[in-house]
Each structure stands twice: as structure tokens, then as C-alpha cells.
């Protein structure tokens, strides 16, 4: 590609990792939290972005970007207060700064003006008129002539020919400063034809001659047809360390070069550089190394993909290996035996290293949170507080991307239905600022991350009302609060009387379980009325193992995920009652669950008939339950998870497979496609109407 | 070899076969398309296959679909034991394994050797053969891989049970 | 003629453009990232014939850095360049008197980034 593509790409990952350094540094400093160090930070953050923004053109992004870091190096110099209204203009400024970024990368520009509001805030906080857009270009304040705008002089004014005198005597800093007169001559030979007489007159004898001092001065003429300018900028860098003076000479004959005073020069050149070079070394201080900063590398995530899978492939054959050395009968206790044990050992604590390579912490997605909060805050007019914890916590790359709608979805929810508006909650005896807490912490293998609301909690009459309304329920049936607030997870619910705004179609709460059930993870939810709501979601460490249960069905062996299992039981020939056409149900504690026999729907041979076996109840999101008769349950374990859709096609019913210990390839069921085609017609209201016939 | 003839050889636009037998017929593929042979090994059925799907395997750590090449051909299925044999294939982007008797060897070929499928033989075999390849006496059936492999896309499912 | 340049700036980006530019031109770039980073590099490397440095940097800013390679009289001769979009006279003159050698704007012109480094190092 293209390298300043390749570079476009770097500075939009740049972006990224700036505007995330900026907005923790502007919450510190809205916590009163931040220090010399943060504020710089968020100055550098920002200076940054307009460097580099500059780099490829983006006018507006810079222009805006320009005005606020003015802003931002008043605070850092103490020009600036921090104030509670400086701050939130800041807050604004950044939220800002990130979409002239996104409209930079998307390739539109903001509507024009968009930014005038803030840019004029900022303006106010920093005692400049907004507009102040323009870059400055190159200055040269302090020098001993007039200020050149290079970008203008690109064609200068060709001159005919003219004869300029540059008197120039450079004092001991421009050669403190490794400039050398040398080459600037050099650079006025390239602009036409130079004679250099050196004077030699300040120079004190060899050994009177000190090697920071400067004693040598030069009459340069230079013959040339260039602007002026141009002859002014050789001198840019060395103007304010030198005695400079340009003059025109009438064209005249070229004066007889001085052979003496060239070589002097280059003799006194030689001496001039000899001693500094054999100056006493003294010693330079080692470069104090920040051992509290972490040392990272940049990985290409295929080579990590590579290593994952390699690492899955042994983790496998391990399995397999342990299997036919216990198929030997070879005891457990004996050398070979532990050096099995030994090898499991190994191999675990290296898949989790491995694992453990490619999770990053929920920061990431948890940092979008607080513009999220204050942007809905702002819109419905109610106080929020975001309380995050736990962002340090690890998940797989993976799964942290899919996270962010679900959790999106679910603050929305909690600002917009759980929170009370601040009126309310003073009538209820609240703080006048409700609180969203997200949450994330590692418990038993897995992640659990929270979101919880100290609002309203779930109307379970309304809850209730809706579903009836909806024919989710039947008119007479007999639920738990739990069951009552699970409803909410149902296709199209949603008690708000008004879709509203925010919320929004279609994003409704069985969107959020669904995407959270396709992880492999689960949610749940616990409410209190008029204290809060919680939803727990609990997900894998990654996508590319699943938990399972083994089971057999007639003469295969399946596997079905646990996140869908809820629970496995014996059921008693009672139990199973006649429905419709060729259909069973089993009666589950009074509630009637479709049974279905495995073998029959997936073409197993030789499976036992329901009530010899075991049924394991299986869930899909909102649809409903489903009860798999099987043969028998052979265990529970972790699976690595291989596709075959690549190789063949996609099958009814059939997820993906895995590779059991034994070197087969077994099954892994598609609980979704199953219960959706099993239940096929039937409402959770004809279920729950349905009694047996009889006993 | 001198570099005339092989540059005959060239010329004369040689391709190298694998063949193999199937029932009581010849058949080769064309060498670049076949990853590897191996032996037989008990699949796990894929539910709502076509009956030429015999199920799949584990061919170090990769599923792979296995097919019965005499079922796919339409004349029945193979009963097959460790003496069979499974032919690793990459075409079409997929990899399956083809479930023959055994291999014969390997054959250079000529594109000149190669004869049209007679029109006679219009059946399951005719979508899939690129020609008919005579040699001595053998009669080899050269099948296309690419043809086969794909066909896997839009093979008819079996109704749910 | 190609020289050995090492390059001081906190962005990816920058440090990027600054490579294509420099090493387009057939010169061996150096990076580092800060300040201190800097030093360490300057010492570890054989010869170095220019410095580009940015001047806000966490850790050690570019007057930091500056003043630190000056301070050994080895490196008096070194060219060093700071990169700026600041336009203050009192940046440029911090920079100055820390011992820089000239300063290039940013966003910077690759030719006149190449006319730069021509114009300080031999």
C-alpha cells in the first residue's frame, strides 16, 4: 500500500490511543485528581492530533484542534484555573476533537459551524477571539531581519543578476549550537557564485586560543540572481548568534581571491574543532530508565491467531495421548503415567498464557461509557453518575469486541427506563444524581460484568400486564418475580409507553441476550422495586473454547453448550404426555416442555427411547425451552471449537464440531436452530394453557 | 534429459494423474490437486447429509468432510474397511477426503490422450469428468476435482426427519 | 551524502512520516520515542550525524533533551533540529538557548526537511 496510507492508518490508531489518554486525564481533572503530569498529558494529547492532523490535510480537525490546545497550554502554564465550568467546556471540547477525528477518518468533514459553540467557549476561557483557526505559519519574532513566510516565497521574484556583501561574524553560541559556518557557506554556494575572505584579526595567539570562543569572521560575496529571501533564509537557523549584514554591491569585477586567508581558514578550522574533540570527557549521567513503565510489543493478531490455534491442536493431542496410554491399562503411578500428568499440567498453564495473550482489559470498551452516560444524561435531563470498577480486568479481544452494543443497550435502558428523573427521586428520597454502576470481575473462569442501577427497579405489574397483553402469558398463569422479570427478555417487549428516542426500536433487551447467548454467555437479572436493577452477564474467557456437555445419543457422541443447558433430569414415563401431531411434552414441575427424541432428529442409530434415558432442558433466548432426550451424559469438559462450514456447508442443527479425546470428531449442537424448528408454531400461551389428558 | 526434449515435452502439454480405483473403474485427478492418502478411518455421520456424505474426520486437528466416490457416482456405497482408502483433495477452496477402494499409481499424460466423455454415458459421472484418458489398455477416467468439490455447495439436503 | 539521523517524537505518526522522509532520501534513521529514550539511543549508537527532535514529550520534553546531549561535550557538534508547530519566539528561543541548531515547522515539507538536515550536517 501506498506508505502515507500505511501512515494514515498509523495516525487514526494513534487517535484512538490519544483521545482515550485525553478523556481519562479530563475526568481526573474533573475529579480533582490530576496532577502537573496528567495536564501535560492532555496537552500533548491534543498537540498531537493536530500534528499529525496537519500532516494530512485535515483543515477543520486542526483548526479546531489548534483552539483547544491553546486553551489546554493556558492550564498547564497556571494561566488557566480549572473551574467547574472550564472543565465541563473541556469535556465538551474533547467529545468535539473526537468527531472531527471520526468525520477525518470517515473522509466527510462536520457540517460547517458544528464547532462554533464550543470553539467559542473555549475562546471565552482563553481570552482569544474564536476563529483564530489559521495555522500560524512559520514566524521569526526575535530575529535580526524581517520575518520570511517561506510558503509564499516558493517562486521568488528572480532578480537579474546582483552582487551581495554578507559580512558575518558568529558569536561562541551558534558554535555551541553544532552550527558551522562551513556549511552555510556551502549552502550559499549552491545558490550562486561565493568568494570567502576570512578575517583573522581577533585570533590570539595558538596558545591564548580558547575552544568555545569565537574569533573568526567572514566577507562572503555572492554572486546571484536569487530574491533576497532566499540569501536571508541560508542564515535562518544562525540569526541572534551571529553579527549578520546583507548589502548590495553594485556589479563590479570579482575581488582577487586572498590564498592566504583560505588557507589560514582551513588551518584555523582544524584547530578550532581539534581541542573541543580532546576536551576532558566528562561523565554523562546514564539515561535513568522508568523500570515502572510496562514494556509492550506490537503483535500481528494473525501470528497470535497461529499460536492460539497451534496451541488448541496440542492441547488435544495431549488428550488423545492420555486416552490410549489409560486404554493401555498402564497405572497412573508409574513414570509414564506422571509424566502424563506432568504434560497436562504443562499444557494447561500454557493454553492460559496463550489465552491470556490475546485478552486485553475492558477499559477499552468501558471508556466510551462516560461520553455515552453524560450525552443521555443531557438528553432525557436527568443527573447521572457512572461508576466504573474492575476495567482492568482481561477478556479476550474477541469477545471485548461484541461487548460494546450489548452494554451500550443496557446503560441506555438504565438511564433511560431504570433512572428516575431528579424530581422524582427527591420525592422518593433519593440523592437527587442517580448511579450506573458497570462492573467487571474474573469469578470461576469466567467474566462477570455488571450493570446496575440504583432507579426505579422493574415494574412487575406492568411487566406482567404487557406480556398478558401480548399473549407471551396466558391471563391465569402463576409466575415468580424472576420469571416476571425475564420476560422483559422477550422479541418486541418494551413497557415504555412511548418508544422513546434513545432506546429506539429493535433494541430491545433480547437483542442485548441474544448477542450475549451467541458469545457463549449468559445473562441475568435481579431488581428490587424502587431500589434498582442488575444485570449480570456472565461470559467466556474466549470464543474459540466453548464448555460443554458430552453426551451420547445411540451410537454417537454430541456436545452441547453449557451456556444453554439449565438443567438435566431423569424423567419418569408419567411425565411424558401425547401432544398433537407425533409430539411429546414433558412435564417439567407443572410446566410443559416439548420433548424431543435426539436420535430421531439427527439420524443416530440404535438411541433409547426417552424414559430409559436422560433429558437435558436446554433454553434459547426468548424462544423457549426445549427437553433433549439422550442416551446418556459422558461428561463435562472444555472443547476447542473447529468449523466445517468451510469445507462443507452449513447444517441444520449443527453449530460446529470439536475433537474429542479420542480422536473423533463429535458434534456440537446448535441449541438456537433446534428449539426454533422444534417448537416450530407452538406460543409459550398454548403451553402453558396445555393439561394432560387423563394421568 | 536434453533440453529438446524437454522441451517436447512441454510442447506437448504433459500432465501427471493420480489414479485410483472405485468399484470396478479407473479414475484419475490431476496430481496438484491432492494433499495427501490415507487410510480409512470411522467418520462421524453428519445429520441430514446426502448418502454419498459419508460424515467427517480428524485430519490433524482439521474436520474433513469424507466422500464416497462410488455413491457419489451414483452405484452404490462402499462398505469400507481398513483396506480403504482416503484421497485428501483441495479444490474448489475446500478440502474434502474421497473415500476409494485403493490407489493405483501415477500417469503422465498428454492433453492429446485425453478423449471426450462419449455421449452415451450420460449419467451422475458425466458433470463431473473432464475426459477419458487410454492408455494400453486402461482406461482411466479423468475427473475434475474443482467440479466435484463444489458441487458440495448446492447438494440437495435430506428433509428433517 | 547519507547520514545516520536519530529521531525523538512521542507520535507513531510523526516518527513514521519522518522515517519515509529521511530514509526516502537514502539516510539511516534512528527513533525514539522520549526524551530519555533519546539519550539511551544517542549512546548506544555508533555515529550520529543529526538529531530531530519533538519538543512535548512525556518523561523528558525536548529542552530536556536537548540540554542533556549538549551536556557532554562530545556531542557539541552534533546538529540538533527541533520539530514545531508552535510559533512562540519563546519556545523557539528556549530551544536555541538549550543548544538546538535550527528548527524545522510542522507540518513539515519533506524537501524542506532534506534542505534542513543538508544545511546543518556536512
Redesign the interface.
Known amino acids: 500500500m501506498d ?2 496510507e ?2 494514515k492508518q ?2 487514526f ?2 487517535c484512538d490511543e490519544l483521545l482515550l489518554a485525553m478523556e481519562e486525564g479530563l475526568i481526573a481533572i474533573e475529579n480533582g485528581e490530576a496532577d502537573d ?1 496528567i495536564i ?2 492532555v ?2 494529547a491534543v ?2 492530533i ?3 492532523g ?2 494530512f490535510g485535515f483543515e477543520d480537525l486542526v483548526a479546531f484542534a489548534h483552539v483547544f490546545e491553546t486553551v489546554l497550554d493556558n492550564l498547564r502554564s497556571g494561566k488557566l484555573k480549572a473551574g467547574e465550568e472550564a472543565v465541563k467546556v473541556l469535556l465538551r471540547a474533547g467529545d468535539m476533537l473526537a468527531d472531527h477525528v471520526a468525520a477525518a477518518r470517515g473522509g466527510q468533514p462536520l457540517p460547517q459551524g458544528q464547532d462554533d459553540d464550543v470553539k467559542s467557549e473555549l475562546g471565552a476561557l482563553s481570552g482569544e477571539p474564536a476563529g483564530h483557526g489559521e ?5 521569526f ?2 530575529l535580526a531581519f524581517t520575518p520570511m513566510r ?1 510558503e509564499v516565497s516558493d517562486t521568488p521574484v528572480e532578480t537579474p543578476a546582483k552582487i551581495w556583501r554578507i559580512a558575518f561574524a558568529p558569536h561562541a553560541a551558534l ?6 559556518p ?3 557557506m556551502r ?1 550559499l554556494a549552491t545558490l550562486g557564485k561565493v568568494e570567502v575572505v576570512c578575517d583573522l584579526s581577533k585570533l590570539p595567539a595558538l596558545d591564548l586560543v580558547e575552544t568555545d570562543q569565537a574569533y573568526f569572521a567572514w566577507t562572503i560575496t555572492l554572486e546571484t540572481d536569487v530574491a533576497r529571501e532566499k540569501v536571508e533564509e ?1 542564515f ?2 544562525v540569526a ?2 551571529c553579527e549578520l549584514e546583507i548589502a548590495l554591491v553594485e556589479p563590479t569585477p570579482p575581488t582577487v581571491e586572498s590564498s592566504a586567508g583560505q588557507e589560514t581558514h582551513a588551518m584555523a578550522c582544524a584547530a578550532d ?1 581539534a581541542p ?2 580532546a ?4 561523565e ?1 549521567p546514564p ?4 523500570s515502572a513503565a510496562k514494556q509492550t510489543i506490537r503483535v500481528d493478531l494473525d501470528k497470535v491467531d497461529r499460536l492460539v ?1 497451534l496451541v ?2 496440542l492441547v ?1 493431542t495431549q488428550a488423545m495421548l492420555s486416552q490410549r496410554v489409560l486404554e493401555c491399562d498402564i497405572p497412573r503411578t508409574s513414570s509414564i503415567g506422571n509424566g502424563l500428568a506432568e504434560l497436562e499440567h504443562l499444557m494447561r498453564d500454557l493454553q492460559e498464557s496463550v489465552m491470556a495473550i490475546r485478552t486485553q482489559p475492558v477499559k477499552s470498551i468501558f471508556q466510551r461509557m462516560p461520553r455515552l452516560v453524560r450525552e443521555l444524561a443531557a438528553q432525557t435531563n436527568k443527573k447521572v453518575r457512572l461508576v466504573i470498577e474492575g476495567e482492568a480486568t482481561e477478556v479476550d479481544k474477541t469477545v471485548i469486541e461484541r461487548l460494546g452494543e450489548p452494554l451500550t443497550h443496557m446503560i441506555r435502558n438504565a438511564i433511560d427506563h431504570g433512572l428516575e428523573t431528579p424530581e422524582e427521586r427527591v420525592a422518593a428520597g433519593k440523592p437527587e444524581e442517580g448511579t450506573v454502576t458497570l462492573s467487571a470481575e474474573h469469578r470461576g473462569g469466567r467474566i462477570v460484568i455488571e450493570v446496575s442501577d440504583d432507579g426505579r427497579g422493574i415494574n412487575r405489574p406492568r411487566v406482567r400486564e404487557k406480556a398478558v397483553e401480548r399473549g407471551i402469558i396466558s391471563a391465569g398463569a402463576n409466575l415468580s418475580d424472576e420469571e416476571i422479570d425475564n420476560l422483559i427478555f422477550m422479541p418486541g417487549f418494551s413497557t415504555a409507553s412511548q418508544v422513546s428516542n434513545i432506546s429506539g426500536r429493535g433494541v430491545g433487551m433480547d437483542v442485548v441476550r441474544r448477542n450475549i447467548v451467541d458469545l457463549g454467555g449468559r445473562i441475568v437479572i435481579g431488581s428490587a422495586p424502587k431500589q434498582g436493577s442488575r444485570f449480570s452477564l456472565t461470559l467466556p474467557l474466549t470464543l474459540a473454547v466453548l464448555d460443554g456437555m458430552v453426551v451420547a445419543v445411540g451410537d ?1 457422541t454430541f456436545v452441547l453448550p453449557l451456556a444453554h443447558i439449565v438443567e438435566s433430569l431423569k424423567p419418569r414415563q408419567k411425565d411424558i404426555h401425547p401432544f398433537g401431531r407425533g409430539r411429546n411434552l414433558l412435564n417439567v414441575r407443572n410446566s410443559y416442555v416439548p420433548l424431543v427424541n435426539t436420535g ?5 442409530n440404535g438411541a433409547v427411547d426417552a424414559a430409559s434415558g436422560v433429558v437435558i432442558l436446554v433454553e434459547s433466548q426468548g424462544t423457549g425451552r426445549l427437553a433433549l432426550a439422550v442416551d446418556a451424559i459422558l461428561g463435562q469438559r472444555q472443547v476447542v471449537i ?3 462450514e ?4 452449513r ?4 453449530a460446529a ?1 470439536t ?1 474429542l479425546g479420542n ?5 456440537i449442537l446448535d441449541v438456537d436452530g433446534l428449539v426454533s ?1 422444534c417448537r416450530g408454531e407452538l406460543s409459550a400461551a398454548e403451553l402453558s394453557e396445555f393439561r394432560p389428558t387423563g394421568t | 534429459m536434453t533440453m529438446s526434449e524437454k522441451q517436447e515435452q512441454t510442447n506437448q502439454n504433459r500432465r501427471q494423474f493420480i489414479t485410483f480405483r472405485s468399484g470396478e473403474q479407473e479414475f484419475g485427478a490431476d496430481i496438484m490437486v491432492i494433499r495427501e492418502i490415507r487410510g480409512w478411518t470411522e467418520t462421524t455421520p453428519l445429520p441430514h447429509s446426502p448418502d454419498y456424505v459419508r460424515g467427517v474426520i480428524n485430519l490433524r486437528g482439521v474436520v474433513l468432510p469424507v466422500i464416497d466416490l462410488k455413491a457419489r457416482l451414483g452405484r452404490g456405497r462402499t462398505d469400507a474397511n481398513v483396506k480403504h482408502v482416503i484421497v485428501v483433495v483441495e479444490a474448489s477452496h475446500r478440502t474434502i477426503g474421497l473415500l476409494v477402494d485403493a490407489v493405483s499409481d501415477i500417469l503422465a499424460v498428454t492433453s492429446a490422450e485425453i478423449q471426450p466423455t462419449p455421449e452415451l454415458a450420460r449419467d451422475e459421472l458425466a458433470a463431473f469428468v473432464e475426459g477419458i484418458a487410454v492408455l494400453d489398455e486402461r482406461m482411466v477416467t479423468i475427473l475434475s476435482m474443482d467440479r466435484l468439490t463444489a458441487s458440495l455447495v448446492s447438494a440437495p439436503m435430506a428433509q428433517a426427519a | 551524502m547519507t547520514k545516520v539521523i536519530l529521531t525523538v517524537d512521542d507520535s507513531r505518526t510523526m516518527r513514521e512520516m519522518l522515517k519515509l522522509a529521511l530514509g526516502g532520501a537514502g539516510h539511516t534513521v534512528i527513533q525514539a520515542d522520549d526524551g530519555i529514550n533519546g539519550v539511551e539511543a544517542l549512546q548506544n549508537a555508533g555515529t550520529v550525524d543529526v538529531i530531530i527532535t519533538d519538543i512535548n514529550m512525556p518523561r523528558m520534553d525536548g529542552f530536556g533533551f536537548i540540554d542533556q546531549v549538549r551536556r557532554d561535550p562530545r556531542n557539541r557538534a552534533i546538529p540538533i533540529l527541533v520539530l514545531t508547530t508552535e510559533s512562540e519566539p519563546a519556545k523557539k528561543q528556549r530551544a536555541r538557548d538549550a543548544g538546538a541548531t535550527g528548527w524545522i515547522v510542522k507540518p513539515f515539507d519533506p524537501d524542506k526537511l532534506l534542505a534542513a538536515v543538508r544545511r546543518v550536517a556536512p
Not at chain 1, 480422536?663 to 458434534?667: N, P
Open positions: 506508505p502515507m500505511s501512515i498509523t495516525f490508531q494513534e503530569e501535560n498529558a496537552f500533548r498537540h498531537s493536530k500534528g499529525g496537519g500532516a495555522e500560524a505559519l512559520a514566524d519574532e526575535g517561506i558554535y555551541a549550537k553544532a552550527n558551522e562551513y556549511l552555510l549552502e541560508v535562518e537557523f541572534g548568534d574543532n573541543i574533540r576536551a576532558e570527557k566528562k554523562v539515561a535513568a530508565s522508568d490455534n488448541g491442536e488435544i454417537q430421531a432428529l439427527l439420524g443416530a473447529k468449523g466445517f468451510s469445507n462443507y456447508q447444517i441444520d442443527g449443527i464440531a475433537i480422536g473423533r470428531v463429535a458434534l424448528r
